[in-house]
């Protein structure tokens, strides 16, 4: 089974950048669909954005589009999300998920999609 390691989390100003990093250890991760979810104060954790197994099928939550961007390097067994823009209520903690595997084409939006997690990555965004 894959372990997930997220990094990359901090404090910056609205406008600003950050690049989040995924690393996975153990399991086959070029078989594996992989996802960004985050979870405000007082909020269920919601989907950010997802990729397949190949990179070439991706998805984003309606409020992220044209700002944030998913990325993965198979040769490094590691995922990005690159997030521009930055607003204040993108403040969250940011979490890794890592699906079932088995190379499936669509990206999973759901929890129940994904079947292991990293420990997440706070994301503070001030105004």
């Known amino acids: 089974q894959v372990q997930l390691e997220e990094s990359g989390g901090g404090l910056v100003q609205a406008g600003g950048s950050l690049r989040l990093s995924c690393a996975a250890s153990g399991g086959t991760f070029i078989k594996t669909g992989m996802g960004w979810f985050r979870q405000s104060p007082g909020k269920e954790r919601e989907f950010v954005a997802g990729i397949n197994w190949s990179g070439l099928s991706l998805d984003y939550a309606d409020s992220v589009k044209g700002r944030f961007t998913i990325s993965r390097d198979n040769d490094k067994n590691t995922v990005y999300l690159q997030m521009n823009s930055l607003k204040p209520e993108d403040t969250a903690v940011y979490y890794c998920?890592?699906?079932?595997?088995?190379?499936?084409?669509?990206?999973?939006?759901?929890?129940?999609?994904?079947?292991?997690w990293g420990q997440g990555t706070q994301v503070t965004v001030s105004s």
């Open positions: 998920a890592a699906d079932r595997g088995g190379r499936r084409w669509h990206v999973g939006l759901g929890e129940n999609d994904y079947e292991t």
